[in-house]
């Protein structure tokens, strides 16, 4: 019951900043169109005609409306499907799966349905030889001059222009990761950062058009008679003869209508594109900012909760509650690499590791003694997903207890009331309020994975087709063991800025007694990582790829936790200096730490 | 407030400045000074002759080879790979032969109507038509960037090392525990125009290139003498080039990037390769960076009379118009509390002081200064030596600020083409705590004919500050300043710097103040 109501707390903070991305799409959607009608309506000879144009029926008043509609359900459709963790196919099989999946092909209907709608829109508002799919024409050779409808092929290419640009973009959605949000390594207000992309999403937007509709043409040259037939049939129209046929040279060599075709393409793209944008400006907006990494760095007053010790008793729960999640999660990423390696090593090919369950399995059979000293002596705390770390983090007021099912020691001394404190500031001010909730955005991956039990092993017949077949992709499996590691990376930040505040801040030595296991938990990672990056294709650096709306933040994410791995180390040792000679830790580690003392890592 | 009059004389010719102790400025002659100096394994000599330089670039090669003619449809290609868009077009008009006359008139028109509107453009922004050596030459740090040497010097923030880039576009990396010096060299390293070490790290080494830049890798336990460029991250940007500045965040985790002809600064997430543009109308580019060293505020100079200091919560910033010029130099207190500036065509050095609200909002939003104070007016004053009369004061090049905020070093511009106007080191005492105070020191002179060309405080000298100075004759020497700081608790006697201490203490102009908060 507890998780039902967590969810609706959730579900009610990101659906509230959906709807306001979404109202702004609405809102942007007017000057947008109204672009559109200029360009549209553009003729090089006649630059004055441009904007004396016809004036607004009541169709382009019900298009607009009806374009409305297609945005909301693009909002819908983006709220419904994103994901902070991206899904990467480890093979060109398990790609095809996810191609043919079948909530993927209702994705795909859907983009088809509403790229036919907006192209309807486009036609009308373009007008002319395009606004309507029949019109009356005499058939025959003069004798028989009865009036007939015949098929408007203008109309019909926009149409299916419209569901062709539809469909390839929820395909490309799939291969490019469209639905991953990441976040950004600069905060910045929503107004700058959408300015700021603003002319990326014009560009992308026409690119992607272009090709389309170049795809488009190509089609429609050949397959083009099929739905000309079939609409003829069901709507009873009739070819008109005397006009010539568009899918032939001669007719798709029309430049106006190639123009026109790939305006339309391109306002149904942009628009899309903006509602995405605007949607993934919202939602991730001041959303590291309550992560603990970015407060440990920013506000004083708030590390001075964490270094504070409980009144009766004098126990520094909060720090224990903070220090214990951030290792448990770092010590999970050293689990989930050194059984990669071992898996690397022993079979000779790397174990597909891209769903969560699957994850979790691999790190529960393969205790390795490595982390065990230093993990607490509940193997329960291992298997916890990265969203827990994050739930105990913001434990908000209003909803602290509801938390609780995600950390699996309830029993634990450091229950919500220490951490409570230590994000009450958090719910005075309005306007964080909303950050509260957002960690839970986190928990939405494993949600997304856990399809049903057809679907799975539907999925995992095709991974073990693809593993031990050379259809594998490198380095993606690599990526899929970071997939998750935004996570980890602001565990590590945040620890390494609460060690290093801790140096002038903490006055009862809090701290003190966990740098032990700190350092040898990072220690420890650092060495996985080490080695991890030994493998083959682990340090290749993926092509960077500057085009489309889909974020590749996700195959970098290994280099950029790498890199933080050993500014957090850094930041302990230059901080601490000579001082650490007195932390009690083994001699391999101590022979690592001096590497670093030394400037030499 | 005429601040050079305080200080003392400059030395005689043959004499060099040597160190600081009580207070005092020591010099001695060259040769004393570069016995010395040569035995300590930091301080280098670079002649002109040494360095191999490139005679030609690379676009030149063409020459070289024999013509060929290819087909119009080759050369296009070749011309837009080379030269975009107007290189295209070019073509297009000079093979006129070859395609139909329409299309050559069109393309000609077109090319007339892009330059019309450059030069336009130009007009606003006049460094938007210097070539990429000009433009590094105007808005680098380094005196006469074009002419030196030594193009780029960073000391590393943690350990005892420091690269050096050199006319010849390789960076060396010396480290006086190691025997190996580690020499960087890569197709895109050319005309480096600055460098910096990344903090909370060993290895990294930021480079401002020509057209790009490069993160180098360097391995310190590496007995490699020449890393692969492997080793070397390229970053690069369409329309971000040439860098003429960088900064790291001084938690390592963010670089940016400057170019005076993009008015978009660069955040670099340099693991990932990716870049947020952080763009502001106006200024017409960005040609100089400098980052807080509590990492609350970047400065950011324009070409044009003004520049920004950005906050680094949610990166806005605030536009401080200048009257005369643009703003040359700056660098921040160590606390990060207070700026100081110069600006082109004055010679006065400003004052920006920021508060320590926790969200970063400057006084001057509240109710603070809404202008920047004059601290110090270096205006030429002329003093009698025994070689006559030397003019000392002008334009500032450059300012540096010592870790500690005990002393600030001024490059000042000189005269190249007057003999009587070097170009010098103006070396000032100063207290950030409780008030802000300005005291003269003195000038810091090399041996003779040589001219500081760039300089730069070691981060952690245990015994005050170090100067680090690059000369024009290619030689790098190190000028310590022993001082106890303010901050540094006295322990007796044995705090004390251990050198050879005179018995008088000429301290007549070394108390007086020249600045302070309380009269101004």
Known sequence: ?601 | MCSLALFPAPLACGQTTLCESNNELLSGTATDHRLKQDSSPLSLYFPRESLKLHCRTESSSKAAFLDHSETLWMRSAAAWRDGGLTGLLNEITNSNTEVPKWLSVSSGFTLALLRWFSSFHGSLFPHLTMSSENMLAEFSQVLNWSDCVVRAFAWHPHADKFAVALLDDSIKIYNPKSATTPTLKHRLQRSVAAVQWKPMCASALAVACQNCLLVWHVDPCSLSTRPSSGCAQVLSNPGHSPVTSIAWSPSGSLLVSASPMDTAMMVWDVASESCVPLQRVGGGGVTFLSWSPDSSHVLASTPSALFRVWETRTWTCERWPCVKGRCQSGCWSPDGSRLLFTVQGEMVIYVLTFGDTPAGVPTCTSKGPQAAAVVADLSETTFNTADGDIIVGGEIHSLSWDPTGERLAVLLEGDPQAADRPAIIAVFKTRTNPIFELLPCGFVQGEPGAEPRMMQFHPNFQHGALLTVCWSSGRITHVPFYFLGAGVPHFGLSGSPSLPRPQERPADFANQSLFTELIS
Not at chain 1, 374 to 400: C, D, I
């Open chain 1, 1 to 601: 019951i507890l998780d039902l109501v967590n969810n609706q707390c959730w579900n009610r903070v990101v659906c509230w900043r959906a709807v306001a991305s979404i109202a702004w799409a609405v809102l942007l959607l007017l000057p947008i169109t109204a672009v559109f009608v200029i360009l549209s309506r553009f003729s090089l000879l006649h630059p004055i005609q441009t904007f004396s144009g016809q004036s607004l029926c009541s169709f382009a008043i019900f298009s607009l409306i009806l374009m409305c509609g297609v945005i909301i359900m693009v909002g819908f459709l983006n709220l419904e499907y994103y994901t902070v963790i991206p899904t990467i196919a480890c093979s060109k099989i398990a790609l095809l799966g996810q191609l043919l999946h079948p909530r993927q092909f209702v994705n795909s209907l859907a983009h088809c349905i509403m790229g036919i709608i907006v192209a309807w829109c486009c036609a009308v508002t373009l007008g002319g030889r395009y606004e309507t799919i029949g019109y009356p024409c005499t058939q025959g050779d003069g004798t028989d001059s009865s009036p007939q409808m015949c098929l408007n092929e203008y109309h019909l290419i926009l149409l299916l222009a419209g569901a062709f640009v539809g469909f390839s973009h929820s395909l490309l959605a799939v291969i490019s990761n469209i639905n991953y949000v990441s976040f950004h390594t600069v905060q910045q207000y929503k107004y700058l950062r959408f300015k700021g992309s603003l002319p990326f999403v014009v560009k992308c937007s026409a690119a992607q058009a272009l090709y389309s509709v170049r795809n488009y043409i190509v089609v429609y040259f050949f397959l083009g008679y099929i739905p000309k037939a079939w609409i003829c049939k069901t709507l009873n129209l009739h070819l008109n003869s005397s006009v010539h046929p568009l899918d032939s040279i001669a007719g798709l060599l029309d430049l106006s209508l190639l123009y026109h075709q790939w305006i339309s393409a391109s306002f149904l793209l942009f628009t899309w594109n903006i509602t995405l944008l605007l949607f993934r400006i919202f939602v991730t907006e001041f959303l590291a900012l309550q992560d603990v990494a970015l407060l440990s760095q920013h506000s004083p007053s708030r590390r001075c909760e964490v270094f504070s010790l409980s009144q009766p008793g004098g126990h520094p729960h909060n720090w224990n509650a903070i220090s214990k999640e951030c290792l448990s999660l770092l010590a999970d990423l050293t689990q989930r690499l050194v059984a990669y390696h071992d898996t690397v090593a022993t079979n000779g090919r790397a174990k597909s590791l891209s769903t969560g369950s699957e994850r979790k399995t691999s790190s529960e059979t393969s205790f390795t003694s490595a982390t065990e000293d230093l993990m607490s002596p509940r193997p329960t705390l291992l298997l916890r997903t990265p969203a827990s770390v994050f739930a105990r983090f913001v434990v908000g007021t209003p909803h602290s207890p509801l938390t609780a099912p995600f950390t699996p020691d309830l029993d634990s001394p450091f229950a919500s009331p220490a951490l409570r404190r230590l994000t009450a500031p958090l719910d005075q001010c309005s306007p964080w309020f909303g950050t509260v909730q957002s960690p839970h955005i986190m928990r939405r991956a494993p949600k997304l994975w856990s399809t049903s039990t057809g679907e799975r092993r539907l999925m995992e017949d095709v991974r073990s087709l693809g593993s031990n077949g050379h259809l594998k992709l490198p380095e993606a499996s690599s990526q899929a063991l970071f997939a998750d590691s935004q996570a980890h990376i602001w565990a590590l930040e945040g620890l390494s800025y609460l060690v290093q505040a801790s140096f002038s801040e903490d006055q009862f030595g809090v701290i003190q007694t966990t740098l032990p296991s700190i350092l040898g938990c990072m220690l420890i990672l650092q060495e996985a990582v080490d080695r991890h990056f030994k493998l083959p294709h682990a340090s290749s650096k993926p092509v960077r790829s500057a085009s489309g709306m889909g974020d590749s933040t996700y195959k970098t994410l290994r280099f950029a936790l790498r890199a933080t791995l050993k500014t957090a180390i850094y930041r302990i040792t230059t901080t601490f200096g000579n001082h650490l000679n007195a932390v009690q830790m083994s001699a391999e580690h101590r022979k690592r730490l001096q590497q670093f003392l030394e400037y030499k890592e």
